[in-house]
């Protein structure tokens, strides 16, 4: 079993997590139920999916969970896209966050390509 809490890959989501939260702060009210509450969803399944496939003892399985969290971080910037189309939140505000969940995609994408050529 791997510790999750030993790849970096988590750490940053964790930090994604962190700043994402401080951002949905910024949304309207009216968005409590709507993107905000979605965009924290999407968030917090990053490093919840890296975990959960940590406890996995096949490759196969752990990639498998570290896809879906790739998956998650494309359905959060999307979200984060949307909120920009509606102007809920000032694409200065937005830079910060997509940056860091632009280094979180490429490293899960990276370690995804890792476990493939060993597997």
């Known amino acids: 079993m791997r510790n999750f809490r030993n790849f970096n890959v988590w750490k940053e989501g964790i930090e994604l997590v962190k700043e994402v939260y401080k951002l949905s702060?910024?949304?309207?009210d009216a968005e409590k139920y709507g993107l905000k509450?979605?965009?924290?969803?999407?968030?917090?399944?990053?490093?919840?999916?890296?975990a959960e496939g940590c406890s996995r003892n096949?490759?196969?399985d752990f990639k498998r969970f570290l896809e879906i969290a790739l998956g998650s971080s494309f359905e959060l910037?999307?979200?984060?896209?949307?909120?920009?189309?509606?102007?809920l939140i000032s694409k200065e505000n937005l830079k910060d966050v997509l940056n860091l969940l632009d280094k979180e995609q490429k490293?899960?994408?990276?370690?995804?390509?890792?476990?493939?050529?060993n597997g």
């Not at 702060?25 to 309207?28: A, G, S």
């Open 37 to 50: 509450s979605q965009i924290c969803r999407s968030v917090v399944s990053i490093p919840s999916n890296i």
């Open 25 to 28: 702060n910024l949304l309207p």
């Open 58 to 60: 096949s490759e196969i």
């Open 77 to 87: 910037e999307t979200q984060f896209l949307i909120i920009q189309e509606l102007d």
């Open 107 to 117: 490293m899960l994408n990276s370690f995804i390509e890792k476990l493939k050529a």
